[in-house]
Nanobody, 115 residues
Framework: QVQFVESGGGLVQPGGSLRLSCVVS????????MGWYRQGPGKQRELVAG???????EYADSVKGRFTISRDNVKNTLYLQMNSLKSEDTAVYYC?????????WGQGTQVTVSS
């Protein structure tokens, strides 16, 4: 069974940076496109960034130029480097399959951007 364990969130001031990690159990990781998603207060979950198995990336317009998604297929780990954070980036961040059937969601990691 696939499990996602997200970490790296926290409280950061506007303009700050965080690096999120997602460890994926099971043997599927390297075969699938993976994505970072987020759900802000009172909002629906949305795709933030996605990366294919070969490293092709795609970003939501709201994070282009600020966030970078990457993956380590040996460590079964997905990363999200977030720079120049804004208050509107406050959300719970999750990882899951991208361009495929999502698996059960993990607990996510809370990111709060506030002064």
């Amino acid at each position: 069974q696939v499990q996602f364990v997200e970490s790296g969130g926290g409280l950061v001031q506007p303009g700050g940076s965080l690096r999120l990690s997602c460890v994926v159990s099971g043997s599927i990781f390297r075969f699938y496109s993976m994505g970072w998603y987020r759900q802000g207060p009172g909002k629906q979950r949305e795709l933030v960034a996605g990366i294919t198995g070969s490293g092709v990336t795609e970003y939501a317009d709201s994070v282009k130029g600020r966030f970078t998604i990457s993956r380590d297929n040996v460590k079964n780990t997905l990363y999200l480097q977030m720079n120049s954070l804004k208050s509107e980036d406050t959300a719970v961040y999750y990882c899951n399959i991208w361009k495929g059937v999502p698996r059960p969601w993990g607990q996510g990691t809370q990111v709060t951007v506030s002064s």
